[in-house]
């Protein structure tokens, strides 16, 4: 699915040490082909792939964590974008009641989303009333009788009449009822079709709705942006409602029906039971279809940690090739700030939690070596020369370690001092940051 599909193409780019415009470029070629694989419209995707490229490239990769992160943060926040930004509340009407006018294909959900809906604004304070327009399916009237007794909203019906006269009655009652939000359920087709729009336009002429909300079922992908851009070229629809998220759905409809009718999913449907609705916020939805873990959680996290300034101060050390070992605490006690290695770790997408335990981050290490640099006195840390064997022996009493854990830190602090001469300061501190100091 598009999810393991993104994530194998930021985990080429994971670690590497510089982004250049070709890995731009070969992590937007997978990119391209999952989105399409996931039945994003082509054009959509075209839009899509462009506007993060010319982000990616053009964007300041030092402050982040790593390159695969910028480029994961930069879908994420154009994927979020693509959907609307905001989510869309439902349009109240100033003068009640709000009259909702639900759309869509057999199957979609109209009934049981409109008990849905009405059940949830129903919990908000509101006093919902349902009306059954659907005269095409027989049993259609029946359904809605028991889904609306199940999130207790009342039902108004007057059998298998004309749907129109059963619509404006309905509103009607729900004046002189008290009812300030009115759910009209329609007949649908299994294809969109002539004699449905007809219909349906009629409706809108006679009693003027305040929305008319599109349900589609997010699993047919493709179809379900075609059958909501003819149902918006018919009606002038004012939003969606996207069904059966709980499916094995691919994240196609969702992303592309924003971008292809410019109307807003306001709505998610996510399983059968009558409680299973919410708001459609496109930033979860993003992070959904990303399915990076908790990857953009510790992005913020990496960047509320990193102090700007010290990264100034220590890239300035660096152009003059003073990396010394007060600097290379501040790495670590940043490094710790931001919470357990393991745990940081686990957070990756593909880097399983267990698999971790005790193996290749060792903490303990790294409060050693914390230890061990506090234990110096601060001209030690601008120049380790001065520690001869006396000097040893009273930092590895004072830090409750061995002189062979303090030359071992000297040793692998000496070679970051040489790797700092081969590579630019840019590349070193980035490295910092990675966690590879
Ligand atoms: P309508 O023909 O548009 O009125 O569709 P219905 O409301 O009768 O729903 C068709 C089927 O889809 C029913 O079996 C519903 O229980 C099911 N359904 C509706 N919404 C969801 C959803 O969000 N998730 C799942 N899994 N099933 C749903
Ligand atoms: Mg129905």
Do not use: W
């Not at 809108?204 to 918006?232: C, R, S, Y």
């Not at 908790?294 to 990396?323: C, G, M, P, Y």
């Not at 971790?356 to 840390?381: F, H, K, N």
């Amino acid at each position: 699915g598009l999810t393991e599909k993104l994530s194998a193409a930021f985990k080429r780019l994971r670690g590497k040490g510089r982004l250049t415009e070709a890995d731009v470029k070969e992590a937007m070629k997978e990119i391209r082909m999952a989105l399409l694989e996931a039945d994003v419209n082509f054009k959509v995707v075209k839009q899509f792939v462009a506007t993060v490229t010319e982000r990616a490239v053009g964007s300041d990769v030092l402050e982040s964590l790593t390159p695969a992160q910028m480029i994961v943060k930069i879908v994420n926040e154009e994927l979020t974008a693509l959907m609307g930004g905001e989510s869309t509340k439902l349009t109240i009407s100033p003068k009640p009641p709000t009259v909702v006018m639900l759309v869509g294909l057999n199957g979609a959900g109209k009934t049981t989303n409109g008990a849905k809906l009405a059940g949830f604004l129903k919990k908000q304070g509101k006093r919902p009333l349902l009306v059954a327009c659907d005269t095409f399916r027989p049993a259609a009237i029946t359904q809605l009788e028991v889904v609306g007794g199940q999130v207790d909203v009342p039902v108004f019906q007057m059998g298998q009449i004309d749907p129109i006269d059963i619509a404006r009655a309905g509103i009607e009652h729900a004046k002189s009822h008290g009812n300030d939000i009115v759910f009209i359920d329609t007949a649908g087709r299994l294809h969109v079709d002539q004699e449905l729009m007809d219909q349906l336009r009629d409706m809108k002429a006679a009693i003027d709705p305040t929305e008319i909300l599109l349900i589609v079922d997010a699993m047919i992908g493709q179809d379900a942006v075609n059958a909501a851009k003819a149902f918006d070229e018919a009606l002038d629809i004012t939003g969606v409602m996207l069904t059966k998220l709980d499916g094995d759905a691919r994240g196609g409809a969702a992303l592309s029906i924003k971008a292809v009718t410019g109307k807003p999913i306001k709505f998610v449907g996510q399983g059968e039971k009558l409680d299973q609705v919410d708001i459609f916020y496109p930033d979860r939805m993003a992070s959904r279809i990303l399915g990076m873990g908790d990857v953009l959680s510790l992005i913020e996290k990496a960047q509320q940690t990193f102090d700007a300034k010290k990264a100034a101060e220590l890239e300035e050390k660096l152009r003059k090739n003073r990396f010394t070992l007060a600097d290379f605490y501040d790495q670590l006690v940043q490094l710790k700030s931001m919470g357990s290695l393991t745990d940081i770790a686990g957070m990756l997408p593909g880097v399983n939690g267990k698999a971790l335990e005790g193996a290749s981050v060792d903490e303990s290490a790294l409060s050693r070596t914390e230890a061990i640099i506090l234990s110096m006195t601060p001209a030690e840390r601008e120049d380790p020369s001065l520690l001869n064997n006396s000097r040893k022996k009273r930092i590895a009493a004072g830090s409750g370690t061995q002189v062979v854990d303090i030359n071992r830190l000297l040793k692998q602090f000496e070679m970051m001092q040489q790797m700092s001469k081969q590579f630019s300061g840019k590349q070193l501190k980035r490295m910092g940051k990675m966690g590879k100091l």
